[in-house]
């Protein structure tokens, strides 16, 4: 595999441990990336405020997608060119791909009652609840609660034949349900496959050349991110297993060697060594 222009990266569970949250495992590869220039773009579930939380402690300054691709947020002046549709949010250019939040909370509570199940979303939970079922601290809780365009929710109760009608009646309208290794999720737009492809248009417009992206993730939710870019690499989940939803659609893709962010230090160091 040639080397690359620029990375995407899910966070959790890849350049991120899925107990800890740290990716001190991983400081050797981003250390390298750093010193060759490389841009990394962090492509997550995660809000604008937990990511940026997370770039301050990294020390990471380029672009990035949040909610699953519901915005992608350019710093100013990283880019030559007019960003077109993009609003000013903080010193950001962001590109909204989703429909705004409190659509989502609107339909969430419509489509609950018309299913006929309880549908309790983080902003009707209270942060120790959250924290309890999502293993973040307080202050993380606090980033996890400013969101812009998806909602994670539980089903209370509910028989998997509720949870199909309701999975049913949210893509009637338009809407896409995800179910996440701890909360369901809803939006409508976000889609981490069209934001790489739209930052990659952004990227070989300002340095007017056809390079070569590549993208790291380790399940079904970074399907779309991995096949948008030239090459992927997907990282084994912690128990060492691969998500198969992901090597059905790409049964080529690298597959890493180890799971989070040791296994992704390894997989980047190898990527900048050949």
């Not at 009646?169 to 976000?190: M, Q, T």
Request: glycine share 8%.
């Amino acid at each position: 595999m040639s080397l690359p222009a620029w990375l995407f990266t899910d966070l959790d569970s890849t350049l991120l441990d899925h107990r800890t949250f740290s990716w001190r495992a991983a400081e050797d590869a981003l250390h390298e990336i750093e010193r060759r220039k490389i841009p990394l773009v962090f492509c997550t579930s995660k809000t604008r405020a937990e990511v940026e939380f997370l770039r301050r402690k990294i020390g990471n300054a380029h672009p990035f997608i949040t909610e699953n691709g519901g915005g992608i947020y350019i710093p100013h002046g990283y880019f030559p060119q007019r960003i077109e549709g993009a609003v000013t949010v903080k010193t950001y250019h962001c590109l909204a791909l989703a429909r705004p939040y409190d659509e989502i909370l609107d339909a969430l509570d419509e489509i609950a009652a018309e299913a006929g199940v309880e549908a309790v979303g983080f902003h009707q939970m209270s942060a120790k609840e959250i924290a309890e079922n999502s293993g973040l601290d307080a202050e993380q809780v606090q980033l996890a609660r400013q969101r812009d365009y998806d909602e994670p929710f539980f089903l209370a109760g509910a028989t998997p034949k509720k949870e199909a009608a309701f999975v049913r009646l949210a893509r009637d309208r338009k809407l896409e349900v995800v179910r996440g290794s701890r909360f369901w999720h809803i939006h409508a737009g976000s889609d981490k496959g069209r934001a790489v492809r739209e930052l990659t248009k952004h990227y070989r417009a300002a340095w007017r050349r056809k390079l070569r992206a590549v993208a790291f993730g380790d399940s079904a939710n970074d399907l779309p991110m991995l096949a948008a870019a030239d090459a992927a690499i997907l990282l084994p989940k912690h128990d060492g297993t691969f998500d198969e939803a992901v090597t059905a659609k790409l049964p080529r893709v690298t597959r890493g060697s180890a799971p989070g962010p040791a296994g992704w230090n390894q997989a980047v160091l190898e990527l900048l060594g050949g």
